[in-house]
């Protein structure tokens, strides 16, 4: 009896599955096999597969029975992706509404906000009230609309015209204002003057089919979202002498420092602690600026020529033999731009096959003459000698990268002053080294000649050297010397090599001869050459100011960057946040810094940077010093452990540890 049942099962089992199996290969309609009963007959199909060699279905069948149920599984699918799909597509125009979020407009009685595009404006146009079209329009109507009249209808959209006002003024229908608005970014118009193809960008802007954008104004982020929330505290109008104080053109923006207009206001006596102005030669004294008078009468403002054809004056003559008499060299070639002193004489001094050994905190204008010289560039840490040494040897042991053969030179480029950290270089070791492994030193002295050294001749001085040390000196007359142009300055062969060789000697104007007095007034004043005998009267002023300014500041309890001895003292802020209420609340105040932020240093250290003069009064430090007080508790900007807090009274003890 139990194998009658058990066959009586087989038999009933194969039976359904010979029904199930034959039911797959007649085909069940599409809404059958999506729906749960299809489902259901796909997954008791899988089963059986599965236990097919218990239920003795035959091979064949059992084939036939997976390619099957795969197929319909399959249709299942592509046919849910197809919905999906479709369904995503649908949604789009919504989806897009809320994820650019740009210009919100208030609709329904300003109860909720939606975004200003031209599917929204669209659908607001299709539920307006209707208004007969006037005869004009209705004449437009039956015109086609060109090519010129799209580039319109953009034009006016972008200026924020609707959608709904601009279809009642063609008298044509909101959808096709609205389809033109959708594909504004690929609507080509042909400048038949030029026969150049151009693209109207989303913004109304132009440019060209096919090209890369030659500038990307808005693309960064730091553009974008900082940078223009706090451009009022950069490129103020000044509009006087950058004295220890000035006067400043009043300005004012009403869209949020997108533009600005001026009010007709001067701020008058700000106190001035942004310029380089580092010995006070920045001056309008009619007394002092004699000669400088004299000589703008007898030459003129301009040269109009360079040194190598009609620009060699006897003004530049005398300045560059005072220079060399003031460092100590053999001779020196002045230049008319500070920036150009750098970026046009390293190239003419190294070149492909040399090695540039580069301080990573080095000028903008080191770094492109290192660049544009072709040599090959490596970066050592600030100030670090061991990394320095590192570099230096690993040069000398494996030589070029490709061929390992011995470098034709190499070049350390370092500065006196680092002029964002206000520290000053390691001369004595950094010598050393260039004997060591026979490598040569250019010196860039632009923020500390004139502003270190018992008599003011730059770190040569301050460390004690012998200028012959230093292969290549260079500085600048832009700071201490209240001028503008540059110096190179060495040995004798050294400076008729780039007479001939470099750009900024053979292409470049010459300096004009009332600037060059300027510059020989401030450096015959330095070296008592005057008959005044107060030659070191400014130096030893700047240097009294420099410290006491700096050991205020660390008793206030802010971190400062830099030497004890620089004028250059970047105060630390940190958050960028902070850069703009710092700014703004100071020159409320009547004072004026310069606040630095990305890309000039790192984005998370930014700065207001401090020039110390020694046109500065006592009177004027201890003004800013109160107004920086009162600033740093109200930002919060006194980040030194050591510093006082505002609220002593919270606290029993002076200091404390804290307990793990």
């Given at each position: 009896?139990?194998?009658?049942?058990?066959?009586?099962?087989?038999?009933?089992?194969?039976?359904?599955?010979?029904?199930?199996?034959?039911?797959?290969?007649?085909?069940?309609?599409?809404?059958?096999?999506?729906?749960?009963?299809g489902l259901k007959t796909t997954r008791e199909g899988l089963k059986t597969t599965v236990e097919e060699p218990k239920r003795g279905l035959e091979p064949t069948d059992t084939l036939k029975l997976i390619r099957r149920t795969m197929e319909r599984t399959i249709d299942y699918i592509l046919k849910a992706v197809k919905d999906l799909s479709a369904f995503l597509?649908?949604?789009?125009?919504?989806?897009?509404?809320?994820?650019?979020?740009?210009?919100?407009?208030?609709?329904?009685?300003?109860?909720?906000?939606?975004?200003?595009?031209?599917?929204?404006?669209?659908?607001?146009?299709?539920?307006?009230?209707?208004?007969?079209?006037?005869?004009?329009?209705?004449?437009?109507?039956?015109?086609?609309?060109?090519?010129?009249?799209?580039?319109?209808?953009?034009?006016?959209?972008?200026?924020?015209?609707?959608?709904?006002?601009?279809?009642?003024?063609?008298?044509?229908?909101?959808?096709?204002?609205?389809?033109?608005?959708?594909?504004?970014?690929?609507?080509?118009?042909?400048?038949?003057?030029?026969?150049?193809?151009?693209?109207?960008?989303?913004?109304?802007?132009?440019?060209?089919?096919?090209?890369?954008?030659?500038?990307?104004?808005?693309?960064?982020?730091?553009?974008?979202?900082?940078?223009?929330?706090?451009?009022?505290?950069?490129?103020?109008?000044?509009?006087?002498?950058?004295?220890?104080?000035?006067?400043?053109?009043?300005?004012?923006?009403?869209?949020?420092?997108?533009?600005?207009?001026?009010?007709?206001?001067?701020?008058?006596?700000?106190?001035?602690?942004?310029?380089?102005?580092?010995?006070?030669?920045?001056?309008t004294d009619p007394n002092a600026l004699k000669t400088v008078n004299a000589m703008l009468h007898k030459y003129g403002t301009g040269v109009c020529s360079t040194r190598q054809e009609m620009g060699n004056l006897d003004k530049h003559v005398e300045l560059e033999n005072l220079v060399a008499q003031f460092l100590g060299v053999e001779a020196s070639m002045a230049?008319?731009?500070?920036?150009?002193?750098?970026?046009?004489?390293?190239?003419?001094?190294?070149?492909?096959?040399?090695?540039?050994?580069?301080?990573?905190?080095?000028?903008?204008?080191?770094?492109?003459?290192?660049?544009?010289?072709?040599?090959?560039?490596?970066?050592?840490?600030?100030?670090?000698?061991?990394?320095?040494?590192?570099?230096?040897?690993?040069?000398?042991?494996?030589?070029?990268?490709?061929?390992?053969?011995?470098?034709?030179?190499?070049?350390?480029?370092?500065?006196?002053?680092?002029?964002?950290?206000?520290?000053?270089?390691?001369?004595?070791?950094?010598?050393?080294?260039?004997?060591?492994?026979?490598?040569?030193?250019?010196?860039?002295?632009?923020?500390?000649?004139?502003?270190?050294?018992?008599?003011?001749?730059?770190?040569?001085?301050?460390?004690?050297?012998?200028?012959?040390?230093?292969?290549?000196?260079?500085?600048?007359?832009?700071?201490?010397?209240?001028a503008v142009g540059g110096y190179i300055a060495g040995r004798k062969e050294l400076v008729d090599y780039l007479r001939v060789h470099s750009h900024s000697s053979t292409y470049a104007t010459s300096m004009c001869p009332p600037v060059a007095e300027q510059i020989i007034r401030a450096m015959k004043s330095l070296m008592g050459l005057d008959g005044a005998k107060?030659?070191?009267?400014?130096?030893?002023?700047?240097?009294?100011?420099?410290?006491?300014?700096?050991?205020?500041?660390?008793?206030?309890?802010?971190?400062?960057?830099?030497?004890?001895?620089?004028?250059?003292?970047?105060?630390?802020?940190?958050?960028?946040?902070?850069?703009?209420?710092?700014?703004?609340?100071?020159?409320?105040?009547?004072?004026?810094?310069?606040?630095?932020?990305?890309?000039?240093?790192?984005?998370?250290?930014?700065?207001?940077?401090?020039?110390?003069?020694?046109?500065?009064?006592?009177?004027?430090?201890?003004?800013?010093?109160?107004?920086?007080?009162?600033?740093?508790?109200?930002?919060?900007?006194?980040?030194?452990?050591?510093?006082?807090?505002?609220?002593?009274?919270?606290?029993?003890?002076?200091?404390?540890?804290?307990?793990?």
């Amino acid at each position: 009896m139990e194998s009658d049942n058990d066959e009586s099962n087989q038999k009933g089992e194969k039976d359904t599955q010979v029904a199930i199996l034959s039911d797959i290969e007649t085909g069940q309609p599409n809404d059958e096999v999506n729906s749960r009963e299809g489902l259901k007959t796909t997954r008791e199909g899988l089963k059986t597969t599965v236990e097919e060699p218990k239920r003795g279905l035959e091979p064949t069948d059992t084939l036939k029975l997976i390619r099957r149920t795969m197929e319909r599984t399959i249709d299942y699918i592509l046919k849910a992706v197809k919905d999906l799909s479709a369904f995503l597509e649908k949604i789009s125009p919504l989806m897009k509404s809320l994820d650019r979020m740009e210009n919100l407009v208030p609709v329904n009685n300003n109860a909720d906000l939606l975004e200003k595009t031209p599917e929204v404006e669209q659908a607001a146009a299709d539920m307006a009230p209707k208004k007969p079209a006037s005869a004009e329009a209705r004449k437009m109507t039956k015109e086609k609309i060109t090519l010129e009249m799209k580039k319109e209808i953009i034009r006016k959209y972008n200026r924020g015209t609707r959608i709904v006002d601009i279809a009642r003024e063609y008298g044509r229908n909101p959808s096709t204002i609205g389809t033109i608005m959708t594909m504004r970014e690929k609507i080509l118009a042909t400048d038949v003057a030029k026969g150049v193809t151009r693209i109207i960008e989303g913004d109304g802007r132009w440019r060209r089919k096919d090209f890369v954008p030659l500038y990307q104004d808005f693309e960064n982020f730091y553009t974008r979202n900082l940078y223009m929330r706090i451009r009022d505290n950069w490129n103020r109008p000044i509009c006087s002498a950058p004295g220890p104080k000035f006067n400043l053109l009043e300005r004012v923006s009403d869209d949020y420092n997108w533009t600005f207009r001026f009010t007709g206001r001067i701020i008058k006596d700000v106190i001035n602690m942004g310029s380089y102005n580092y010995l006070g030669f920045a001056e309008t004294d009619p007394n002092a600026l004699k000669t400088v008078n004299a000589m703008l009468h007898k030459y003129g403002t301009g040269v109009c020529s360079t040194r190598q054809e009609m620009g060699n004056l006897d003004k530049h003559v005398e300045l560059e033999n005072l220079v060399a008499q003031f460092l100590g060299v053999e001779a020196s070639m002045a230049f008319g731009m500070g920036y150009a002193t750098n970026s046009m004489n390293i190239p003419a001094l190294v070149g492909k096959g040399c090695l540039i050994l580069s301080d990573e905190l080095n000028h903008s204008s080191l770094i492109l003459g290192a660049r544009l010289s072709g040599a090959t560039i490596r970066v050592f840490k600030h100030n670090n000698i061991q990394s320095l040494e590192k570099l230096l040897r690993d040069a000398v042991i494996h030589g070029q990268p490709r061929n390992r053969r011995a470098w034709k030179k190499i070049l350390i480029l370092v500065e006196g002053i680092y002029s964002m950290e206000g520290s000053i270089v390691r001369l004595p070791e950094i010598v050393a080294l260039k004997r060591k492994y026979k490598a040569y030193l250019y010196l860039d002295e632009a923020h500390s000649i004139g502003a270190v050294g018992p008599t003011g001749r730059g770190v040569v001085e301050y460390f004690g050297m012998d200028p012959s040390d230093i292969d290549v000196l260079m500085g600048t007359f832009t700071k201490s010397f209240g001028a503008v142009g540059g110096y190179i300055a060495g040995r004798k062969e050294l400076v008729d090599y780039l007479r001939v060789h470099s750009h900024s000697s053979t292409y470049a104007t010459s300096m004009c001869p009332p600037v060059a007095e300027q510059i020989i007034r401030a450096m015959k004043s330095l070296m008592g050459l005057d008959g005044a005998k107060q030659e070191l009267q400014r130096v030893r002023q700047l240097s009294e100011n420099t410290r006491y300014f700096r050991r205020r500041l660390h008793e206030l309890g802010f971190i400062i960057y830099g030497n004890e001895d620089s004028p250059v003292v970047p105060l630390l802020l940190y958050i960028p946040g902070k850069i703009g209420a710092f700014s703004r609340r100071l020159l409320a105040k009547y004072i004026g810094v310069v606040v630095v932020g990305f890309p000039a240093t790192p984005i998370t250290e930014s700065r207001a940077r401090f020039c110390v003069s020694a046109a500065h009064t006592r009177e004027m430090l201890d003004t800013v010093l109160e107004a920086l007080n009162e600033l740093g508790d109200f930002l919060q900007l006194k980040y030194s452990r050591h510093s006082r807090s505002s609220r002593p009274e919270l606290y029993d003890e002076t200091s404390f540890e804290l307990e793990d």
